[in-house]
């Protein structure tokens, strides 16, 4: 079956709203002439958002601890957050590492953008790796300071076998990273 052809949008409707979230509901038909309706979270042109995985040193990186409402637990994750309107993604990354770190990345390179749940939303947070880490810190929006772990490359299935380290996004960028620096050791020891 071919994807070149996308369902037309007949309608775009917003069926339910909050402070943080709108729910849309898209009227669709479908190039056999189906019709049908999805939801989805509506897009938002205030809702960019970055993570930054921050390596510590050739064998560390570093972890935060924060309450996640939607679990009702805390979690281990990468700093992460909310871009302002006319802020750089890779400045938001930096500026979140700041707030919720204490660490500035004097060098930080693009790795990806993540959908986390594209059926749904289509809202895709740009992921950024930081290098050359120095202590900084920037008061931040939480509202309790972050607790900072730094955690070895060589105990990385530890970290994936623990139960608060559960987000998707976060569970990825590790991968991402961990196969990036198992490539780049690989090529080192090839020459």
Request: charged letters at 25%.
């Amino acid at each position: 079956m071919s994807n070149s052809c996308k369902p037309q949008i007949l309608a775009k409707t917003t069926v339910a709203s909050s402070r943080l979230f709108s729910i849309e509901q898209l009227d669709l038909q479908f190039s056999n002439g189906v019709r049908c309706s999805y939801e989805r979270l509506a897009p938002r042109l205030d809702t960019r958002s970055v993570m930054i995985f921050p390596i510590l040193d050739a064998t560390r990186f570093l972890l935060i601890r924060e309450y996640a409402a939607g679990t009702e637990d805390y979690v281990l994750g990468f700093p992460k957050g909310g871009v302002a309107i006319a802020e750089d993604c890779a400045m938001a990354a930096n500026r979140e590492l700041m707030e919720e770190a204490g660490y500035r990345a004097r060098k930080l390179s693009y790795l990806t953008g993540l959908a986390s749940s594209p059926s749904y939303s289509n809202h895709v947070m740009e992921v950024y790796i930081g290098n050359d880490l120095v202590p900084e810190k920037l008061p931040g929006d939480e509202p309790e300071p972050m607790e900072v772990i730094p955690w070895r490359f060589d105990a990385i299935d530890a970290l994936l076998a623990r139960e608060d380290f559960i987000g998707v996004r976060d569970i990825a960028v590790l991968l991402l990273v961990w196969k990036q620096r198992l490539h780049n050791h690989q090529n080192h020891h090839c020459k």
